[in-house]
Every structure is written in structure tokens, then in C-alpha cells.
């Protein structure tokens, strides 16, 4: 069975600090990870994704992510936060085929200005 | 611009009751989704479908049905509501590639309360 962690729950950071969201996976196959955001009161949009190739991945908003193999990590990141960038950040996993996506309970990220 | 719309936003309805929430996309979308989203569960898939009048068991389908009579349209069926079903419920969809190249679009979500 796959399966996704994403171990940091809430995060609370100060504008223009450094993020790294952490997320690891569990699956024997090809993998295809996923980063959504969701904004408060918003629907879920995707932040980035990756398929094969380069192992880092740029998404919007100057996000970024980086899959390392022999970790089954798939890690987020971003230089310098800002508070628009409040919101509830998921990792998700497609493990082939039409089956749906299988989520990590998310990260709730707090910038204060 | 994908484009999927949940018909409610906000529903409650009485424990017992026949529930249906509806989901229609405008891309001509094979695959469709949809999961409830809990505190501190993240998104749980519930049924999918990639094809009209198909349709696979996610992960917690119990309680749940689903119907697909039209490619842009999936619905959630609750049979008998009960108040473990309150919960925010997320519709998806995405192009059929079993290669997993296609990302999923989601819509606003249904918050649903069972009283």
C-alpha cells in the first residue's frame, strides 16, 4: 500500500524566512509526487509536480521541490516566505494508473508579518 | 481555464437522509474524484471513475455510493447520512494518462454538516 507522510503539522515562520516542508513516501513503483496548496477559503491548487527528469522541481509562486530516490523524500521548499503565502500546504502521490491521489495529512503554515 | 464546480458550498442535512452532492467539470475530463478532507487526516479518497457508468473504490468508500450517467458530471450519494459523514467533501478531476502526467483539478469544495 502507498502511502504519504508529511511530519511537520503547523509551521510558524517570520516573512522572509527560509521553508522546507518536509514529505516522505512509501510505494514500490514509478512515482509521481505532487505539492497543492490550499489558501484559506480557497479550492486546492497545484503548487508543482514530478513526473521523471530533473529531480528539482520550480513550481509558482517561487516554490520549489526536490526528490531525492533514496530517501522517498519529496521535500518543499521556498527561500523567503512571505504572509501571502499563509495556507495549508499537501503532498501528494499518484502511483500509476487512474487511481486517485494519495494525500499527507497536510502542513498548516502561519507567516507572520 | 479547468473549471470544476461543486453545486453547494455549505449543506446540512438530518441524519438518516438520502444526500446528494454534485460534481460537474468542463474539460472533458475522463477521470473523476472525490474525497472528504478531515483536520489532521488530509484528503482521503472516497470512489473514483474513469469512464461514464464506471466507477473503483477509493479508500473509504464505506457508506458512500457514486454515479457517473454523464462524462462531466460524478455525484456522491450518502445513503443513510450520519453524523460521522460531517466533513468538507472535494471533487476532482484530470485526463485519463495511466502514466500519472495529468494533474488533478479540484473544485471549492461542500462542506457538509449532519445534525
Known amino acids: 500500500a502507498q502511502s504519504v507522510s508529511q511530519h511537520n503539522h503547523h509551521v510558524i515562520l517570520s516573512e522572509a524566512a527560509s521553508l522546507e516542508l518536509g514529505c516522505n513516501y512509501s510505494?514500490?513503483?514509478?512515482?509521481?509526487l505532487f505539492w497543492y496548496v490550499q489558501y484559506p477559503g480557497q479550492h486546492l491548487q497545484l503548487l508543482l509536480k514530478?513526473?521523471?527528469?530533473?529531480?528539482l522541481v520550480k513550481g509558482i509562486k517561487g516554490f520549489e521541490a526536490e526528490f531525492i530516490k533514496s530517501k522517498f523524500s519529496f521535500n518543499l521548499r521556498k527561500p523567503s516566505v512571505q504572509w501571502s503565502d499563509t495556507a495549508e500546504y499537501f503532498c501528494?502521490?499518484?502511483?500509476?494508473?487512474?487511481?486517485?491521489?494519495?494525500f499527507g495529512k497536510g502542513t498548516h503554515l502561519i507567516i507572520q508579518p | 481555464d479547468v473549471k470544476v464546480t461543486q453545486s453547494s458550498r455549505y449543506l446540512v442535512k438530518r441524519t438518516g437522509e438520502k444526500v446528494f452532492l454534485e460534481c460537474v467539470q468542463d474539460?472533458?475530463?475522463?477521470?473523476m474524484f472525490w474525497y472528504r478532507q478531515d483536520p489532521g487526516l488530509g484528503l482521503r479518497l472516497i470512489y473514483f471513475?474513469?469512464?461514464?457508468?464506471?466507477?473503483e473504490k477509493g479508500d473509504i468508500p464505506e457508506g458512500y455510493s457514486v454515479s457517473r450517467e454523464k462524462k462531466e458530471r460524478f455525484s456522491l450519494i450518502l445513503e443513510s447520512a450520519s453524523t460521522n459523514q460531517t466533513s468538507m467533501y472535494l471533487c476532482?478531476?484530470?485526463?485519463?494518462?495511466?502514466?500519472?502526467?495529468?494533474?488533478?483539478?479540484f473544485g471549492d469544495g461542500t462542506r457538509l454538516s449532519i445534525l
Open positions: 476532482a478531476s484530470s485526463f485519463l494518462d495511466r502514466g500519472g502526467n495529468q494533474p488533478q483539478h
Open positions: 510505494y514500490g513503483g514509478t512515482v509521481n
Open positions: 514530478y513526473f521523471s527528469g530533473d529531480p
Open positions: 501528494a502521490l499518484l502511483g500509476g494508473g487512474a487511481d486517485g491521489l494519495t
Open positions: 474539460m472533458d475530463h475522463e477521470n
Open positions: 471513475s474513469y469512464d461514464v457508468k464506471m466507477k
